[in-house]
């Protein structure tokens, strides 16, 4: 599923609508002003096309809305999605480490085959790779199983093509149109 | 008396209250296939209660004629004890339909008007090959209870020897990985989870049922091997995945491998714990995304494995999160007004060039774009971790964007941009002036 250009669309003007309401605040600031507050729309722009159906979504609006809240605020109500920012994320998955640590000494000491090792290697590592998708992904922490944090990452993957695809665009009719 | 001994049997197995009793107990027919189509139904209550032990399939099934109705009816009636498992009534005509063991009558009883004990009668009867028989009323899916189905009878019945114990939650799972496997990603998956707490309210081996029922139904071809009905609605989706090429020969079940993570139905001689069903259906689920994944993260068609795969995954959400910093760092500082003019930006169809032109745009310009004046050792970094990325994994061009030949000369050319442009001040006096001086410099640094 690519990037479509409706979704290209509406993304832009969210985003625009949010940049509106951020710029008298952001006026002659610093750069990184600047870039936070187009990076913090666009985020917010982005996580409103999914209307607070996928969790990704709701735990980026969290993030932010934590940094800014009252602009985010203002934002969501401009693009109308004042129901995301009140949307409860499922409860953060947290592993005790001494439970872990304790269970995993008990399974070692088990003695396993070669090709037993071979495999628990690969569920090891893709363990690993797991968790660091977790932390990749927004709110990768409140997604219980694996199964929802692929289908998360795919849409959260998507979304941010969407996000990458305008922003470059802009950013190339913006040059274009400063070199003219 | 035969029938009355059966009777006995069939009392003595009723476990009524084990409605979700872990499907590895379920055995229907396990020993011996049934060749000869029988007309009636000999109602095993296996649908919910573990029966090998007392029951010998073969017994049943051969004693049981339609007279026997009758019989079981009552005393299915006397232990149905169950209330919130009783199924409506259209459930009980489409459980009624299928039917391991009435080759061509199939079609007759169906049409039948059929009260409610027999119908479940038959559908316990039925659970042990209930693949490919499952009418598809609730799935919604639209596709009529051909008589396809009703070809697959007898290898169905031969097929029915295997145990078959059914998972409640893989059923579920099962027919979400195969509504979103039909029906495309989002839609699919909306509709499978309407399907799933549809589902979760019966039967899980109802649930089976119509999964292998609508597996079938997409196939339709006369496929006696469940597995393989399962695996060639998967095929389309894994084209590549051994086991199904290897399943999509008119072997039997029975013969076949018992390997495959795609086959949610427990095989002969494999463990029939519902947890390792379970967790094959997980692992199916896991997999269908993976490939959606795959589609969507350039380069990783050759990849297979679920690390390396997750990994490539990573840097590349990773690498577009950067390159929203990026991007929006460059938007700063081209436009400090941040008055950005929509209309006069897609007057010049900057949009559309975009889309249009994306993967045939020259990357080196498109750099040059990139590089803001930026405080020097944050661009560096971020930029060579970008660099390294981008020639670490094998990104095809994406939307104008990193292109391999391009890597080689990244990081070189990078630094030299960043030079010109950190020499251009990153905090103009006039925001103008240093954008349009800032930008030829580089131009002039980067272009080729």
């Known amino acids: ?180 | 008396m035969d029938l009355s001994e059966e009777k006995r049997n069939l009392d003595a197995t009723v476990n009524y209250d084990s409605v979700n009793n872990p499907p590895g107990d379920w055995r229907v027919s396990g020993s011996n296939p049934v060749s000869a189509p029988i007309d009636s139904y000999p109602p095993s209550e296996n649908l919910i209660s573990p029966c090998p032990s007392s029951c010998s399939p073969s017994q049943m099934m051969d004693s049981f004629g339609q007279s026997l109705w009758g019989n079981i009816d009552r005393s299915l009636e006397m232990g149905w004890n169950l209330p919130n498992l009783l199924p409506p009534k259209g459930f009980i005509e489409r459980a009624a339909r299928f039917s391991l063991f009435s080759g061509g009558n199939f079609s007759d009883m169906v049409n039948q008007p059929l009260v409610n004990p027999e119908s479940i009668g038959l559908f316990l009867q039925g659970g042990g090959t209930m693949q490919g028989q499952c009418p598809s009323n609730e799935l919604n899916v639209g596709e009529p209870h051909n008589d396809a189905s009703i070809g697959l009878k007898d290898p169905n019945v031969r097929s029915s020897e295997q145990a078959k114990p059914n998972v409640p939650g893989s059923g579920n799972v099962s027919e979400d990985t195969q509504s979103s496997g039909g029906n495309g990603q989002k839609g699919g998956e909306t509709s499978s989870k309407g399907f799933d707490t549809k589902k979760r309210k019966r039967n899980g081996q109802i649930s089976e049922v119509h999964q292998s029922h609508r597996s079938q139904q997409s196939e339709e071809e006369g496929d006696n091997n469940g597995d393989k009905k399962r695996n060639d609605e998967q095929s389309p989706n894994s084209p590549g995945n051994k086991t199904n090429s290897g399943k999509q020969q008119g072997k039997q079940t029975s013969d076949s491998p018992k390997d495959g993570y795609i086959h949610v139905r427990a095989r002969r001689g494999q463990a029939t714990n519902s947890h390792s069903l379970a967790e094959r259906v997980r692992r199916e689920k896991i997999s269908e995304r993976m490939k959606f994944l795959q589609d969507l993260v350039p380069g990783c068609n050759k990849v297979t494995g679920k690390a390396v795969m997750l990994d490539e995954i990573i840097n590349y959400v990773q690498s577009l999160q950067r390159q929203v910093e990026f991007l929006s760092m460059k938007l700063a500082t081209v436009n400090p007004q941040m008055d950005f003019n929509l209309e006069g930006l897609l007057a010049k169809d900057g949009l559309q060039l975009r889309a249009g032109s994306s993967s045939s745009t020259p990357f080196p310009q498109n750099m040059s774009m990139v590089y803001p004046p930026l405080p020097h050792g944050f661009m560096q970094q971020t930029l060579s971790n970008i660099g390294r990325t981008i020639s670490s994994a094998p990104l095809s061009p994406m939307n104008g964007g990193f292109k391999r030949q391009e890597t080689n000369g990244w990081e070189s050319d990078l630094q030299n941009v960043i030079h010109v442009n950190y020499g251009a001040g990153d905090i103009p006096p006039d925001p103008q002036a240093a954008g349009t001086a800032s930008l030829p410099a580089a131009n002039m640094k980067v272009e080729p």
């Open chain 1, 1 to 180: 599923m690519q990037p479509t250009s409706s979704m290209k669309e509406e993304f832009l003007k969210k985003w625009q609508m949010g940049l509106q309401i951020f710029r008298p605040s952001i006026d002659n600031t610093s750069v990184s002003e600047r870039k936070k507050a187009i990076k913090l729309s666009a985020d917010v722009a982005m996580a409103s096309l999914r209307k607070g159906t996928t969790c990704w979504s709701r735990a980026l609006i969290e993030k932010t809305a934590t940094e800014d809240n009252f602009l985010v605020r203002q934002m969501l109500t401009g693009i109308k999605a004042e129901a995301l920012i009140n949307k409860k994320l499922p409860k953060k998955i947290v592993c005790h480490r001494k439970i872990v640590r304790r269970s995993k000494k008990i399974l070692r000491r088990k003695s396993r085959s070669a090709s037993e090792e071979a495999a628990v290697k690969a569920k090891r590592l893709v363990k690993r790779r797991t968790q660091g998708l977790r932390n990749v992904v927004p709110g990768g922490e409140f997604m219980s199983n694996d199964i929802l944090l692929l289908r998360e990452t795919l849409d959260y993957i998507v979304s941010l093509q969407t996000q990458v695809n305008v922003m470059r665009s802009i950013v190339d009719a913006a040059e274009a149109g400063i070199e003219q």
